[in-house]
């Protein structure tokens, strides 16, 4: 309850700040990149102590003998959160090496800290405690970094400037991520919990696919940002058709290869009822179709955020007025196909106006290479739907 109730109120101004940071920063001179560092970090410090707050007000009213519990953990949300500026500062500067070791030690000591006292048949109590220390050594550090990376001083031109490139994909972020969310609710409303339980398990993407089409985004956004501050914005985009199908390449057979078998690895991890969960985890992976696009790169790149308001507010309604639309149709999978539908016309926005200004498609995707993969990716899941073929 403690991870979700912090998630919830962080996932959307994390991703937006820290993701907006890369282009942004590649687009500003020496002394203006040194300056941004620091007040970006300032930003999340100011939104870490207000989910803190109101992680211990809703500890507060709404599970009072466990008050405790959320104060502690407020401190977690307010001093760990602004550390995730120091995996950008890594890479933004170059520092791979380095942006691999603090990876590795920050999952690596958040799980042992919580895992182990637990499995010690010690208190949840002092878990959390150790996490405020943990979190306490990673903000300390992550100073150090600003110290030397970054100048260290308030600039309010310079937050209301970033803010305005921020709160667009801020936007974005929210209404995309309440959809999950607001999908569940449906499923709640209308069906049965053991219907809700099939859909919550299967209702996922396969996490390392989503990583790494989310981090080639998130690299070439500054990439192209960078080329187009230099007046090449072809070469930029060049390389992100370059990187990007290469990755296709990879994640369509992998995808393809998933669906075949995922109906034995759900056999495998749960229990009977929940098996029927491969159907709606394999309508998500379809979402790979849309995934393999990367107009948002573009965009960002550009920094034309403002395009995400109308976007993302389209993409809400569209998906919530097909996932009731479906349900009549295909039951529980229809609000999967409701995502996978909505996501897809999201692209399509977004790829339409890229061309309005001037990008089109084919400079940063393989169009004919992506469309052959997709063809056959989306003919596996109906072929193998239906009985036509399987492992």
């Not at 008050?67 to 502690?72: K, V």
């Not at 409303?189 to 996490?207: C, N, Q, S, W």
């Not at 569209?318 to 639309?325: P, V």
């Not at 996978?340 to 399509?348: A, L, Y």
Request: hydrophobic share 55%; charged share 15%.
């Amino acid at each position: 309850m403690l991870m979700l109730l912090s998630s919830s109120l962080t996932f959307f101004w994390v991703s937006s700040i820290t993701n907006t940071l890369i282009p942004f920063y590649n687009s500003c001179d020496e002394e203006k990149q040194k300056r941004i560092l620091f007040n970006a970090f300032a930003v999340l410090t100011i939104f870490s102590f207000l989910a803190g707050v109101v992680t211990a007000i809703i500890g507060h009213i709404k599970y009072p003998k466990d008050a405790d519990l959320f104060q502690m953990f407020a401190l977690v949300v307010f001093l760990n959160t602004p550390t995730y500026i120091a995996d950008y500062i890594f890479y933004l500067k170059g520092k791979y090496k380095s942006l691999i070791i603090w990876g590795v030690f920050s999952f690596a000591a958040h799980i042992i800290l919580l895992c182990v006292p637990l499995y010690m048949r010690q208190t949840l109590n002092l878990a959390i405690n150790l996490l405020v220390i943990l979190s306490m050594i990673k903000f300390n550090y992550t100073l150090i970094l600003l110290m030397k990376y970054a100048i260290v001083s308030f600039h309010t031109r310079l937050i209301q400037e970033f803010m305005r490139k921020v709160l667009p994909f801020l936007f974005s972020i929210l209404l995309a991520g309440s959809m999950d969310y607001i999908n569940s609710y449906i499923v709640e409303f209308y069906f049965t919990p053991v219907d809700f339980a099939i859909f919550r398990y299967g209702a996922k993407e396969l996490p390392i696919f989503l990583i790494l089409a989310n981090s080639l985004s998130n690299i070439y956004s500054g990439e192209i940002a960078n080329y187009n501050k230099n007046g090449n914005l072809a070469e930029g985009l060049a390389k992100l058709k370059a990187s990007s199908t290469r990755l296709m390449r990879w994640l369509f057979p992998a995808t393809i290869f998933l669906m075949l078998v995922s109906k034995y690895f759900f056999e495998l991890a749960y229990n009977k009822d929940l098996i029927q969960g491969y159907k709606i985890f394999n309508i998500y992976l379809l979402l790979i179709v849309s995934r393999m696009l990367f107009p948002q790169t573009v965009v960002m790149g550009l920094m034309k955020n403002r395009i995400f308001y109308l976007v993302s507010s389209n993409y809400l309604i569209i998906n919530c007025i097909l996932s009731f639309w479906f349900i009549g149709i295909w039951g529980i999978e229809g609000i999967a196909y409701a995502t996978v539908i909505s996501f897809m016309i999201e692209k399509i926005l977004l790829i339409i106006y890229c061309k309005m200004e001037g990008v089109d498609v084919r400079k940063y995707t393989s169009l004919y290479e992506y469309l052959l993969y997709a063809g056959i990716t989306v003919a596996v899941f109906f072929l193998n739907l239906f009985g036509f073929i399987s492992i």
